[in-house]
């Protein structure tokens, strides 16, 4: 690779933000070239390597301009209020560390529950305070992801499936979005990925007991970092993982144990919360669809906090004090429509180009339409027929149980376009083998058309 391309982004920062900058996009763009040759087999490397340069620098000629005009605007470079709020609460905790007299304001305090606040605060210790270099951190983070999932793509398909959904990766434009400011959405994908790839290579037959060890061990870790940054993550790696264990099981084995699985997590979580709220299951059953209710009203709403406990939402003197939304969420009687159909189209298909409101809902529901094509094009990727089955069925149910989750507790269209890069692994991977299959099967169409058309000319001659 160049080194003149790779000085590129150092420069760029250097000129926006110094020198600490600048040592800090080097040092990010260096590790991430490192690890992308390190994800992926030696015949790849060179590849690999070529698209984590390419992505990281489109995210890079992104970020500078932009956060420089930002900068112009605001001092502080921020896109959106969100990475105002990372950058204050990172610095602060950096003036706290060195014994100053500060305090972090009560409406920032829940971010101190996040590893990310705490990573922001180490590269300013570490390169000072420039809120550029969380920008360039992600776009290393983003660049890498996408190698990560031209790798899964490759072992679960085939190389050209790889590429589709590698170049994907690398362009898609809300993808790039969430690597150039400052928000954990790109770490939380990265994280995720890691498991998903290290779930992948024990799905492998004819791995070495070493082999084996190592991915589990990536597994592991991956999932005891996702439990701070989506908590989610680790539950769905931990569910998938028997099922991959269990791969050389006969089928009928194989779901049944899907099955006692699923009764033995849902089951216990019913029976636990029953015992410890003392309500019958039915009860249960009631608060979680009420809670849910809660939880989209106050996103409809913009509420800034989760659910509340219901020491808070009761008055000493037994008053309720529920917000507007939760009340008018429990006024309204239950509906199929409502409560289901319609939060499970919200998540996988708002914002539609036609339900825009504003011109930023109008840019993301433009991106929607590539969105749209890959959900069509999943419906073909079992017609390409896969190397690895029973990776590609845990692929999919990773992206059904992030999509329930979606539909459960997103009812912002703001969070909902965050959160839903979830969802991407699961659709660029087989999106991207959809489509191939579709565009192979078109030009087949085309060519037995044309020696159709052909074959009578050559009669008459």
């Known amino acids: 690779m160049s080194w003149l391309v790779r000085l590129l982004a150092p ?17 990010f763009q260096e590790a991430g070239l490192y690890a992308a040759g390190r ?74 529950d996040s590893t990310y606040t705490y990573l922001l605060m180490a590269l300013y210790a570490i390169f000072g305070h420039a809120p550029l270099l969380p ?53 939380v994908l990265l994280v995720a990925l890691i498991g998903l790839c290290a779930l992948q290579r024990l799905a492998e037959s004819g791995l070495t007991r070493r082999a084996r060890g190592d991915a589990l061990v ?39 144990a899907v099955c006692g699985l699923v009764v033995l997590v849902g089951g216990g979580v019913l029976v636990a919360r029953s015992s410890t709220s003392g309500r019958p299951l039915s009860g249960v059953v009631e608060d979680a669809v009420l809670q849910i ?3 989209r009203a106050q996103e409809a709403a913009a509420a800034r906090s989760v659910i509340r406990p219901q020491l808070e939402v009761i008055s000493p003197e037994g008053r309720t004090e529920l917000p507007e939304a939760e009340a008018a969420s429990d006024a309204a009687p239950f509906s199929f429509g409502g409560d289901v159909l319609d939060p499970l189209a919200y998540a996988l298909l708002a ?9 930023m809902e109008l840019g993301a529901s433009a991106e929607m339409l590539v969105w749209y094509v890959l959900l069509a094009g999943s419906v073909f990727a079992w017609r390409v027929a896969p190397r690895q089955r029973l990776f590609v069925a845990c692929l ?50 085309r060519l037995g058309r044309w020696s159709a058309w052909r074959e009578p000319a050559r009669v008459e001659s």
């Open 11 to 27: 420069l760029g920062a250097l000129v926006l933000e110094g020198p600490g900058a600048a040592v800090g996009g080097l040092f």
């Open 39 to 112: 994800a992926v087999d030696t015949c790849e490397r060179t590849w690999a390597r070529r698209l984590f340069v390419g992505a990281f620098l489109l995210r890079v000629a992104i970020a500078l301009p932009l956060h420089y005009v930002n900068k112009l605007d605001n001092g502080n470079g921020a896109l959106f209020q969100d990475d105002y709020t990372n950058d204050l609460v990172a610095e602060w905790l950096l003036r706290i560390a060195r014994g100053e007299g500060l305090s972090i304001f009560a409406g920032h305090q829940h971010l101190l």
């Open 135 to 187: 920008k360039l951190l992600n776009s290393a983070v983003g660049a890498l992801s996408a190698v990560l999932i031209f790798d899964i793509a490759r072992r679960a398909f085939r190389p050209s499936v790889a590429v589709i959904a590698a170049l994907g990766a690398a362009v898609v434009p809300s993808l790039v979005l969430w690597s150039i400011v400052t928000l954990k959405e790109s770490l």
């Open 218 to 256: 990536i597994l592991v870790a991956a999932g005891v970092v996702s439990l701070d940054l989506r908590s989610t993550t680790t539950i769905l790696l931990l569910l998938l993982l028997p099922l991959v264990l269990l791969r050389r099981a006969p089928p009928w084995r194989l779901a049944a």
């Open 293 to 295: 209710r809660h939880r």
């Open 351 to 359: 914002p539609a180009p036609w339900q825009a409101h504003s011109l």
């Open 396 to 445: 999919v149910a990773y992206g059904v149980a992030n999509w329930l989750v979606l539909a459960a507790s997103e009812g912002n269209l703001g969070n909902l376009v965050r959160h839903r890069v979830m969802l991407a692994p699961t659709l660029l991977v087989l999106g991207s083998a959809g489509l191939e299959w579709l565009w192979l099967r078109a030009g087949r169409a």
